[in-house]
C-alpha cells in the first residue's frame, strides 16, 4: 500500500493502539496535523510544547505506554527539550514527532531550521532524521519498540516537511530486530544463586528500590521478597509506590531529605538488595561513607548503572521482575528479627516532623499534604512539581500503589507538574488527580490551565505558597547565613483569581480550618481547581542531610512532634 509520509506517521500510531496524541502546530508539521484532522485520534493541544511533553511524560508514567508528541521545526522542536531531558534521566518512554525544514534546506539556516537531532543527541534514547519516505514505517516501528523496551526512555523522530508531502510503501512490522540493541531480560543464573546465599547469610538486609521496580511491573514480586524475607524496604523518590506506605517494613525514603530510619539503616545494613536504583548523590551524601558495612547485591536491566557510582559485590543484569522471580523460588530467608526491633526503634524515635498547623494557627505544609492524604484515602495520583512541595509529598503522602507518584527526580524540572497532571488525568479518568506545586514552579507553565479549562481536565491544583523559591532560600538560610538572594517571589499574583480568569475554579487558604474546607470544596467540584495555600513562608523540610555529608549525619530541625 502507498501512501503519504505524513499518512504513514497516522498509520503507525494506529498500529500501535495510540489514542492520544499531545501537541503544537507550525508550518513544517501542516500536512501531519491535515492528515490528523480526519484520523479519529485524540489530539491535545497545549499552550506550549514544554506542556506537551510533560503531559505525555505524566501519561506515559501511569499507563507504561509511550507518549506521543508533535511539535513543529525551530523553536517548536527546542521547546521540548527541556521535557526530553526529563524523560530521559528519569527512564520513561516518550515518541516525539518533530517537523523540519526541506531536505533541500537543511543546513542553509532556513527559516525555523534547528539541527534538533544533535540538540538532543545526549537527552534520548535514540534519534532519526527522516531522509527517505521509503524509511518512514521502519523507523517508525524501531521508535516505538526503542523507546518502550529494555530501559525505557525518550526516542525522537525529525521529519522534513517535503518528507510529508512524498509517497511510498506503507509496510508496518512492530516485531523488530535491531543490531546491536539487545536487551538483556532474564538474570544469570549463577548470579541470582549468590543473592540467594547472601540473603540466606544476612542480619541486617534491606532493599532499596527505585523507579525500575514501578515501570517493570515488579511491585508484587518486591512485596513478597520483602515479607517472606521480613527485610525492611526503603524507597528512591521515584520508586514511591512500588511498596505499600502504610507496611511495618517500610522505612520511607532515604538520602538528603529521607527519613532517619532510612539513613541509619543504610548505614547499618549488612546486606543491601538495590533494585534499579541510581545511587544518586542525593541518595548516598558522601560516596566514600556510603554503606561501608553493606554486601551489595545490585539488580538493573540498564548494565551501565552497575558500579557506576558505588562499588557492587553481586551485579545482576535483567528485568528486575524476572529476576525477583527468580529469587522468589530459592529464597531462604535469614534471622532478621533483631534488626526488625532496631528499625521500630528509630522509627519511634525519629518520626517526621508534623507540622500540625503551627504557632499562631499559621498553616503548615506538612498539614496540607496529609489533609490530602486524608480526604483522598490515599487513593488519589499525586503529580508534583520540583521543591520543598515534592519532598513534604514524599514524605507525608502515604503511596501504597505503584504509578500513584509522578515527578522530576533525575532533572528536578519545574513546571512539571501540572501539564503531567493534566496527562495522567486524560490517561486515567476515573482517578482523583493532584497537581501538588510551589508559587514559583507553577508559574513555569500556568498557560496550560487554559488546555485543563479547554478539555474539561479535572485535576485539583494544590499550590504550597510561600513566597519564595523555598528550597533555594532553605540552603541560603542553612549555608549562606540567610543571605536570600534573589529568592523572594515578589509580585506573585492572587492565583485564586487567575485560576477564575481562566475558568477554572479558584480558592485560597491561610489556616488549617481553611485548608480543610477548601480541600473539601475542590472535591466536590467536577472540574480543575486552583487552591492557593498560603503557608509558613519560612518553614523548612527536614530531615536534611548537607551537601557532601555521610547520610547518617542528619539535621533533624529541632522537632520531630
Given at each position: 500500500?502507498?501512501?503519504?509520509?505524513?499518512?504513514?506517521?497516522?498509520?503507525?500510531?494506529?498500529?500501535?493502539?495510540?489514542?492520544?496524541?499531545?501537541?503544537?502546530?507550525?508550518?513544517?508539521?501542516?500536512?501531519?496535523?491535515?492528515?490528523?484532522?480526519?484520523?479519529?485520534?485524540?489530539?491535545?493541544?497545549?499552550?506550549?510544547?514544554?506542556?506537551?511533553?510533560?503531559?505525555?511524560?505524566?501519561?506515559?508514567?501511569?499507563?507504561?505506554?509511550?507518549?506521543?508528541?508533535?511539535?513543529?521545526?525551530?523553536?517548536?522542536?527546542?521547546?521540548?527539550?527541556?521535557?526530553?531531558?526529563?524523560?530521559?534521566?528519569?527512564?520513561?518512554?516518550?515518541?516525539?514527532?518533530?517537523?523540519?525544514?526541506?531536505?533541500?534546506?537543511?543546513?542553509?539556516?532556513?527559516?525555523?531550521?534547528?539541527?534538533?537531532?544533535?540538540?538532543?543527541?545526549?537527552?534520548?534514547?535514540?534519534?532519526?532524521?527522516?531522509?527517505?519516505?521509503?524509511?518512514?514505517?521502519?523507523?517508525?516501528?524501531?521508535?516505538?519498540?526503542?523507546?518502550?523496551?529494555?530501559?525505557?526512555?525518550?526516542?525522537?523522530?525529525?521529519?522534513?516537511?517535503?518528507?510529508?508531502?512524498?509517497?511510498?510503501?506503507?509496510?508496518?512490522?512492530?516485531?523488530?530486530?535491531?543490531?546491536?540493541?539487545?536487551?538483556?531480560?532474564?538474570?544469570?543464573?549463577?548470579?541470582?544463586?549468590?543473592?540467594?546465599?547472601?540473603?540466606?547469610?544476612?542480619?541486617?538486609?534491606?532493599?532499596?528500590?527505585?523507579?525500575?521496580?514501578?515501570?517493570?511491573?515488579?511491585?508484587?514480586?518486591?512485596?513478597?521478597?520483602?515479607?517472606?524475607?521480613?527485610?525492611?524496604?526503603?524507597?528512591?523518590?521515584?520508586?514511591?509506590?512500588?511498596?505499600?506506605?502504610?507496611?511495618?517494613?517500610?522505612?520511607?525514603?532515604?538520602?538528603?531529605?529521607?527519613?532517619?530510619?532510612?539513613?541509619?539503616?543504610?548505614?547499618?545494613?549488612?546486606?543491601?538488595?538495590?533494585?534499579?536504583?541510581?545511587?544518586?548523590?542525593?541518595?548516598?551524601?558522601?560516596?566514600?561513607?556510603?554503606?561501608?558495612?553493606?554486601?551489595?547485591?545490585?539488580?538493573?536491566?540498564?548494565?551501565?548503572?552497575?558500579?557506576?557510582?558505588?562499588?557492587?559485590?553481586?551485579?545482576?543484569?535483567?528485568?528486575?521482575?524476572?529476576?525477583?522471580?527468580?529469587?522468589?523460588?530459592?529464597?531462604?530467608?535469614g534471622d532478621t528479627a533483631a534488626w526488625l526491633r532496631q528499625i521500630e526503634e528509630w522509627q519511634v524515635k525519629y518520626p517526621l516532623p508534623a507540622g500540625n498547623g503551627g504557632d499562631g494557627g499559621r498553616l503548615k505544609p506538612q498539614f496540607v499534604i496529609r489533609e490530602i492524604n486524608r480526604l483522598t484515602r490515599g487513593e488519589a495520583v499525586i503529580a508534583t512539581d520540583v521543591g520543598q512541595h515534592q519532598m513534604w509529598t514524599a514524605q507525608h503522602y502515604c503511596f501504597r500503589e505503584p504509578r500513584t507518584f509522578i515527578s522530576s527526580g533525575g532533572l528536578g524540572t519545574m513546571g512539571y507538574g501540572f501539564p503531567a497532571a493534566l496527562g495522567v488525568k486524560l490517561a486515567l479518568p476515573q482517578r482523583t488527580v493532584f497537581c501538588v506545586t510551589g508559587d514559583g514552579s507553577?508559574?513555569?507553565?500556568?498557560?496550560?490551565?487554559?488546555?485543563?479549562?479547554?478539555?474539561?481536565?479535572?485535576?485539583?491544583?494544590?499550590?504550597?505558597?510561600?513566597?519564595?523559591?523555598?528550597?533555594?532560600?532553605?540552603?541560603?538560610?542553612?549555608?549562606?547565613?540567610?543571605?536570600?538572594?534573589?529568592?523572594?517571589?515578589?509580585?506573585?499574583?492572587?492565583?485564586?483569581?487567575?485560576?477564575?480568569?481562566?475558568?477554572?475554579?479558584?480558592?485560597?487558604?491561610?489556616?488549617?480550618?481553611?485548608?480543610?474546607?477548601?480541600?473539601?470544596?475542590?472535591?466536590?467540584?467536577?472540574?480543575?481547581?486552583?487552591?492557593?495555600?498560603?503557608?509558613?513562608?519560612?518553614?523548612?523540610?527536614?530531615?536534611?542531610?548537607?551537601?557532601?555529608?555521610?547520610?547518617?549525619?542528619?539535621?533533624?530541625?529541632?522537632?520531630?512532634?
Amino acid at each position: 500500500m502507498k501512501m503519504k509520509g505524513a499518512a504513514m506517521v497516522i498509520a503507525a500510531l494506529q498500529q500501535e493502539q495510540v489514542d492520544l496524541v499531545f501537541g503544537f502546530p507550525g508550518g513544517t508539521v501542516l500536512p501531519l496535523y491535515d492528515q490528523l484532522y480526519h484520523s479519529g485520534l485524540k489530539h491535545i493541544l497545549v499552550r506550549h510544547e514544554q506542556g506537551a511533553v510533560h503531559a505525555a511524560d505524566g501519561f506515559a508514567r501511569v499507563t507504561g505506554k509511550p507518549g506521543v508528541v508533535f511539535a513543529t521545526s525551530g523553536p517548536g522542536a527546542t521547546n521540548l527539550v527541556t521535557g526530553i531531558a526529563t524523560a530521559y534521566m528519569d527512564s520513561v518512554p516518550l515518541v516525539l514527532i518533530t517537523g523540519q525544514v526541506a531536505t533541500r534546506f537543511i543546513g542553509t539556516d532556513a527559516f525555523q531550521e534547528a539541527d534538533i537531532t544533535g540538540i538532543t543527541l545526549p537527552v534520548t534514547k535514540h534519534n532519526y532524521l527522516v531522509k527517505d519516505v521509503i524509511d518512514l514505517p521502519d523507523i517508525l516501528a524501531e521508535a516505538f519498540y526503542i523507546a518502550s523496551t529494555g530501559r525505557n526512555g525518550p526516542v525522537l523522530v525529525d521529519i522534513p516537511k517535503d518528507i510529508f508531502d512524498l509517497e511510498g510503501p506503507f509496510n508496518y512490522d512492530r516485531q523488530r530486530e535491531i543490531p546491536g540493541y539487545k536487551p538483556t531480560y532474564e538474570g544469570h543464573a549463577g548470579q541470582v544463586a549468590r543473592a540467594v546465599k547472601a540473603i540466606k547469610a544476612a542480619r541486617r538486609p534491606l532493599i532499596f528500590a527505585g523507579g525500575g521496580a514501578v515501570r517493570s511491573g515488579a511491585a508484587g514480586e518486591l512485596r513478597l521478597l520483602a515479607e517472606r524475607g521480613r527485610i525492611p524496604v526503603s524507597l528512591s523518590l521515584m520508586g514511591l509506590g512500588a511498596f505499600p506506605g502504610d507496611s511495618p517494613l517500610f522505612l520511607g525514603m532515604p538520602g538528603m531529605h529521607g527519613t532517619v530510619t532510612a539513613n541509619y539503616a543504610l548505614t547499618e545494613a549488612d546486606l543491601i538488595i538495590a533494585v534499579c536504583v541510581r545511587f544518586d548523590d542525593r541518595v548516598t551524601g558522601r560516596l566514600e561513607n556510603f554503606a561501608e558495612r553493606a554486601e551489595i547485591i545490585h539488580i538493573d536491566i540498564d548494565p551501565a548503572e552497575i558500579g557506576k557510582n558505588v562499588t557492587i559485590q553481586i551485579p545482576i543484569v535483567g528485568d528486575v521482575r524476572l529476576v525477583l522471580e527468580a529469587l522468589l523460588k530459592r529464597l531462604e530467608p535469614g534471622d532478621t528479627a533483631a534488626w526488625l526491633r532496631q528499625i521500630e526503634e528509630w522509627q519511634v524515635k525519629y518520626p517526621l516532623p508534623a507540622g500540625n498547623g503551627g504557632d499562631g494557627g499559621r498553616l503548615k505544609p506538612q498539614f496540607v499534604i496529609r489533609e490530602i492524604n486524608r480526604l483522598t484515602r490515599g487513593e488519589a495520583v499525586i503529580a508534583t512539581d520540583v521543591g520543598q512541595h515534592q519532598m513534604w509529598t514524599a514524605q507525608h503522602y502515604c503511596f501504597r500503589e505503584p504509578r500513584t507518584f509522578i515527578s522530576s527526580g533525575g532533572l528536578g524540572t519545574m513546571g512539571y507538574g501540572f501539564p503531567a497532571a493534566l496527562g495522567v488525568k486524560l490517561a486515567l479518568p476515573q482517578r482523583t488527580v493532584f497537581c501538588v506545586t510551589g508559587d514559583g514552579s507553577f508559574q513555569m507553565n500556568i498557560q496550560e490551565l487554559a488546555t485543563a479549562v479547554g478539555n474539561k481536565i479535572d485535576v485539583k491544583v494544590a499550590i504550597i505558597n510561600n513566597g519564595y523559591l523555598g528550597m533555594v532560600r532553605q540552603w541560603q538560610e542553612l549555608f549562606y547565613a540567610g543571605r536570600y538572594s534573589h529568592t523572594a517571589l515578589t509580585g506573585n499574583p492572587d492565583f485564586a483569581r487567575v485560576a477564575e480568569a481562566y475558568g477554572a475554579k479558584g480558592l485560597r487558604a491561610s489556616t488549617p480550618a481553611e485548608a480543610a474546607a477548601a480541600l473539601e470544596e475542590a472535591m466536590a467540584v467536577a472540574g480543575p481547581v486552583v487552591i492557593d495555600f498560603m503557608v509558613d513562608p519560612e518553614e523548612n523540610v527536614f530531615p536534611m542531610v548537607a551537601p557532601n555529608r555521610p547520610i547518617n549525619e542528619i539535621i533533624t530541625g529541632g522537632n520531630n512532634g
